[in-house]
């Protein structure tokens, strides 16, 4: 077995992979709070177009990690559809844009019955980009660390969380009784989705102690960084989750309730980063060069 | 219509690497390239065994040209495709250059061909340059040999006899043989590929 660290994608795809993530969720959540925590048309239209507006950024990223960003009209030339995860992610992210702007005009217009079907097909891209992000390291088959099942599931659940973040950013500076009421329904949520990526994370690494070569190799590469140990886990999973647990037990918290997610946001972007770069290739013996 | 494959008799490779340079010269791959150089082929030098009891072996590397490559599975715009016979080969005018297949091909088969490797290209080779986009580059068998009738460079050049090609669906080819006498195996079959190269060790 030869094992290899993987130099393709770094920095860029990470970043791709945070933002799109991020913005899928916020798409998502943000309409969720217009269409069932009456939060009002112009919550539902804001947090639509920001997430939108985070998603772009995030693709400007994987344009420009391609080697020629010009060929990037060729991406919607969609002939891998079939098989390939970037394919099938542009048709998810086309989705998004295209019901997002919809619902958007339609809770703009008070169009109701419309609005409620595109707000639905938005949120449902929404959730598919952040599933999406973690589909696409897992089909690299020579890189047993990612061609798991538990990465699409880790992406999905940290881009949630991110998301919930973001959110509580919005929401912390209003007043209303609509927004203190949405901003602990996001707090409770968000709650729930770190210690279930506490779970995730721990099974993923039992799995991979009892692993392949190139499994452990990744793992042991991520536990002996101090950016994913104290970086990630504890300042951007653990810490957040005491800070958000006490804050939704006391009044007047949502300054801390912020700081945490500001925490959340930055440790969804190192995990993004370190996993992609502790991607290792398990090649055949001889092949390595 | 056949299905082409390749042998690689590594008891029988010199480690001469004339298949290293006769592919590069004729695909005018980046052998200027930093760190050794990027190729379509490659042979390394493996040490096997502890010492005193050492043996160098050379070990030849290709694109597998598999029956269910991943690189294919992963390519967005169909810039990789199979054709007729087998081979696994991309469309340059499709390739976004997004590096999907190079992190989803277990064999370390592809490569960048990037603009600086373009003006090396045509520096080293004028008018002839067969480089003219940058794009993901790897292995072809020679498709435009094949159609001449040739064999690919690298099996042509072989002292060794160490690249030996031919049709798989043809039972009296030598690749067919051996490969049907489970003389020569391919490498790393639990991953799925199906790879159509396939090894003496
Ligand atoms: S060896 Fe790699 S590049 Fe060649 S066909 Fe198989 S997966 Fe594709
Ligand atoms: S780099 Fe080119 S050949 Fe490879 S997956 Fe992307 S578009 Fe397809």
Redesign the pocket.
């Given at each position: 077995m030869d094992l290899v660290q993987q130099h393709t994608w770094g920095w860029f795809i990470a970043i791709y992979l945070y933002f799109g993530g991020l913005g899928g969720a916020t798409i998502a959540l943000g309409i969720l709070g217009e269409l069932r925590f009456n939060k009002g048309k112009w919550f539902g239209i804001g947090t639509a177009l920001l997430g939108l507006a985070i998603l772009s950024f995030g693709l400007i990223w994987l344009i420009l990690d391609?080697?020629n960003p010009l060929r990037f009209l060729?991406?919607l030339w969609v002939k891998?559809i079939a098989h390939?995860w970037?394919a099938r992610g542009m048709i998810i992210i086309t989705g998004a844009y295209v019901f997002g702007v919809l619902y958007a005009l339609a809770a703009f217009f008070e169009w109701t019955t419309f609005k409620k079907w595109m707000g639905y097909a938005a949120m449902f891209c929404g959730f598919g980009v952040t599933t999406y992000t973690g589909l696409l390291l897992n089909a690299n088959v020579g890189i047993p660390f990612w061609h798991t099942p538990a990465l699409p599931v880790l992406f999905t659940v940290s881009a949630f969380s991110t998301g919930c973040a973001l959110l509580m950013w919005v929401l912390a500076g209003k007043n209303d009784h609509e927004s203190e009421h949405f901003f602990h329904a996001v707090e409770g949520f968000d709650i729930f989705l770190i210690s279930l990526e506490l779970l995730i994370l721990f099974a993923y690494f039992d799995f991979a102690r009892l692993g392949n070569a190139a499994v452990m190799k990744s793992s042991h590469m991520l536990l002996t960084n101090p950016l994913f140990t104290i970086g990630f886990v504890v300042l951007g999973l653990i810490a957040p989750l005491i800070l958000e647990a006490y804050a939704s037990m006391k009044e007047n918290s949502k300054g801390l309730a912020a700081f945490a997610s500001a925490l959340v946001l930055i440790g969804g972007f190192l995990l993004r980063y370190l996993i992609v770069w502790a991607g290792v290739f398990q090649y055949p013996h001889g092949l390595a060069g | 219509m056949a299905r082409y494959g390749m042998v690689m008799n590594v008891k029988t490779c010199l480690g001469c690497k004339a298949c290293m340079a006769a592919c590069s010269q004729w695909n005018q791959t980046p052998f200027w390239a930093e760190d050794g150089g990027k190729w379509r082929t490659r042979v390394t030098e493996l040490q096997e065994g502890k010492f005193p009891e050492v043996k160098r072996e050379f070990f030849p590397t290709i694109c597998m040209h598999c029956v269910n490559p991943p690189?294919h599975s992963?390519?967005?715009?169909?810039?990789?495709y199979i054709n007729k016979d087998g081979i696994v080969l991309?469309?340059y005018d499709?390739?976004?250059?997004?590096?999907?297949?190079?992190e989803?091909c277990p064999y370390d088969a592809?490569y960048?061909y990037e603009k600086d490797d373009l003006e090396k290209d045509e520096f080293y080779f004028g008018e002839d340059a067969r480089h003219h986009q940058v794009?993901?580059d790897k292995c072809t068998f020679c498709v435009d040999r094949l159609a001449e009738g040739e064999e690919p460079s690298c099996a042509a050049t072989c002292v060794g006899h160490a690249r030996i090609f031919g049709d798989l669906d043809d039972p009296k080819s030598e690749v067919a043989q051996l490969v049907n006498s489970g003389k020569a195996k391919p490498l790393g079959e639990y991953m799925g590929a199906q790879p159509k190269v396939y090894y003496i060790k």
């Open positions: 391609l080697i060729l991406a891998g390939s970037i | 690189c992963v390519c967005p715009t169909g810039a990789t991309i469309d499709l390739c976004l250059g997004c590096g999907y297949c190079i989803a592809r960048e794009h993901v």
